[in-house]
T-cell receptor, first 118, second 110 residues
Framework: GAVVSQHPSWVICKSGTSVKIECRSL??????MFWYRQFPKQSLMLMAT?????????EQGVEKDKFLINHASLTLSTLTVTSAHPEDSSFYIC??????????????FGPGTRLTVL | GEDVEQSLFLSVREGDSSVINCTYT??????LYWYKQEPGAGLQLLTY?????DMKQDQRLTVLLNKKDKHLSLRIADTQTGDSAIYFC??????????FGIGTKLQVIP
């Protein structure tokens, strides 16, 4: 159990276009989903925390208008990279956390989406 | 904030044991994780340990936690070529923000 999927797995787009990435928890309900960005040979950097039905909480330095996050249901969160530029090219990974019996649980990560902006 | 550090590279021979070390700074961290990332793929949770535990064993994996020194290690017994990957140490105060180390690249030599 605890499978998280992302779609698409990779995407190439032209500069100035917008790209939407989906993150789904397949077999559990995730009250909280997280979006990370990974630069080559670097660790994961948390971009934002997304709670179902409320606005996302962005980390310092992450542009809210650039990276739009929607968490419309307990199994789906989306990240939209608006007006993408080459510097937005990166590996984007989502994770989902569930509450188990009132106690906290670990985060389960999706396979990631590789975005290349030309 | 939390800072997680780990060495960048480890090379071992197939069949030997691998030990990947990690240190963290926030003594209130409740969960310590080890993730594996294969080339071009996302993160795979290998194991995690609660801060009130000293050791956790799961088949070939052994996690040791020294809470006093804020030191975490992952031991892989009988390392195989399929274990070659980047291993991330991570720390969290709950299921909220998780801070990752930079990752240790494990190279297994046949």
């Amino acid at each position: 159990g605890a499978v998280v999927s992302q779609h698409p797995s990779w995407v190439i787009c032209k500069s100035g276009t917008s790209v939407k990435i989906e993150c789904r928890s397949l077999d559990f309900q995730a009250t909280t989903m997280f979006w990370y960005r990974q630069f080559p040979k670097q660790s994961l950097m948390l971009m934002a925390t997304s709670n179902e039905g409320s606005k996302a909480t962005y980390e310092q330095g992450v542009e809210k208008d650039k990276f739009l996050i929607n968490h419309a249901s307990l199994t789906l969160s989306t990240l939209t990279v608006t007006s993408a530029h080459p510097e937005d090219s990166s590996f984007y990974i989502c994770s989902a956390a569930r509450l188990a019996g009132g106690s906290t649980d670990t985060q389960y990560f999706g396979p990631g989406t590789r975005l290349t902006v030309l | 904030g939390e800072d997680v550090e780990q060495s960048l590279f480890l090379s071992v021979r197939e069949g030997d044991s691998s030990v990947i070390n990690c240190t963290y700074t926030d003594s209130s961290s409740t969960y310590l994780y080890w993730y594996k990332q294969e080339p071009g793929a996302g993160l795979q949770l290998l194991t995690y340990i609660f801060s009130n535990m000293d050791m956790k064993q799961d088949q070939r994996l052994t996690v040791l936690l020294n809470k006093k020194d804020k030191h975490l290690s992952l031991r892989i017994a009988d390392t195989q070529t399929g274990d070659s990957a980047i291993y991330f140490c991570a720390a969290s105060g709950g299921y909220q923000k998780v801070t990752f180390g930079i990752g240790t690249k494990l190279q297994v030599i046949p």
